[in-house]
């Protein structure tokens, strides 16, 4: 009897052992459980990787020829009052500046000029050399005292190899101004002196400054016919350029007026005309600007770049003796531009020849 109950114990202990040590298992496992719950609630929640993005509105405009006449105006914050609104609604703003700084017209005039909100300058054209490089040295060292992106003509080789990227919104750019054509030929010991345009190095300056910027916009001054599409040798230009990186190309073929048009992802404007001239034998010079909004978008360590609602308006600088004054064509009076009606219609029609989805008006 003693043996039984002995054993009965014995299976019994046994029993409530493990009882006991599964109660204890379980209540340890619950307090770390409930320590780690309380741990993981105190640690704040890791962040949510957003999307982000950033706008910026971009606007072209064609060349400035002011000074190489006598004019009697002093007065240059009067010659583009009638385009400042326009102007000032952009974030980057860029124009061809055709007469030199401080050689054929005054430094005001510039100054005029980056006052609207102006503040990419191409150097680089035909004529840029005409007063050699005393005239190239004048203009920069006005150029190099103002807040501005200018591009096309050089005091050094380094400066010439120098690829400047500046941001603005988030969004990174490189201003490049190049010609096709140069009047007076480059002295051989300074031929950095402007910025010619070369089938080779000019595209890979573009390819090595889209490697470093989310954006490159391209001036280039070239040979081209008023109211006609691009010739070959446009042609080639800017698809070399498109090719290479180039997100926007702005071109100048003198006084001409000529279309717009995507190339893949580059918009072009072939020729944007006169910005404003004073150059004698005609009461008025027409010109265009256009302009297009970028969008950045980011998320974690990805980019995607896009052009969008490109749109290009005329303009017109009048000859309101003694002074000049240019104004979106269609605020011009009727007395300044007695056809205008008719002047807008065929002028729309001609930068709207290769791409009719390109808006005609909308500036703001």
Request: glycine share 6%; with cysteine.
């Amino acid at each position: 009897m003693e043996m039984k109950n002995k054993e009965f114990w014995d299976e019994t202990g046994k029993v409530l052992l493990w009882i006991a040590l599964v109660v204890g298992g379980l209540s340890l496992f619950m307090n770390i459980s409930t320590m780690t719950m309380e741990k993981n609630a105190a640690a704040p929640a890791a962040p949510t990787p957003t999307e982000q993005t950033s706008v910026i509105k971009i606007l072209a405009a064609g060349s400035a020829d002011y000074g190489t006449v006598a004019t009697s105006t002093s007065d240059y914050d009067a010659i583009f009052a009638g385009i400042k609104p326009v102007v000032a609604n952009y974030e980057l703003a860029a124009y061809s500046q055709k007469s030199l700084i401080g050689t054929d017209t005054k430094e005001e005039f510039g100054t005029a000029l980056t006052g609207l909100g102006f503040d990419m300058i191409g150097l680089a054209n035909p004529s840029c050399l005409k007063s050699g490089k005393a005239g190239i040295d004048s203009s920069l060292a006005y150029w190099s005292a103002q807040d501005v992106s200018v591009s096309g003509t050089n005091a050094s080789t380094d400066d010439q190899n120098r690829i400047i990227v500046k941001t603005v919104q988030d969004i990174s750019y490189v201003y490049l101004s190049f010609t096709d054509q140069l009047s007076t030929d480059l002295p051989e010991a300074e031929n950095y002196l402007v910025n010619v345009y070369d089938e080779e190095r000019s595209p890979e300056i573009v390819a090595k400054a889209a490697q470093q910027a989310d954006i490159v916009i391209v001036s280039i001054a070239w040979d081209g016919t008023d109211k006609e599409g691009p010739n070959d040798r446009q042609s080639t230009i800017a698809h070399e350029l498109a090719d290479a990186g180039a997100s926007v190309i702005i071109g100048n073929a003198g006084d001409a007026i000529q279309p717009v048009e995507w190339i893949d992802d580059t918009l072009v404007f072939y020729s944007l005309g006169d910005l404003v001239s004073d150059q004698a034998g005609a009461s008025t010079h027409l010109g265009a600007m256009g302009a297009l909004t970028v969008t950045k978008t980011t998320y974690q360590d990805k980019k995607k770049i896009e052009l969008i609602q490109p749109c290009v308006d005329l303009t017109v600088t009048v000859n309101e003796s003694p002074n000049f004054r240019v104004y979106m064509l269609n605020d011009a009076s009727d007395a300044a531009v007695p056809n205008k009606s008719s002047v807008y219609s065929e002028y729309s029609a001609v930068l709207q020849k290769l791409d009719d989805s390109i808006r005609i008006g909308g500036l703001q």
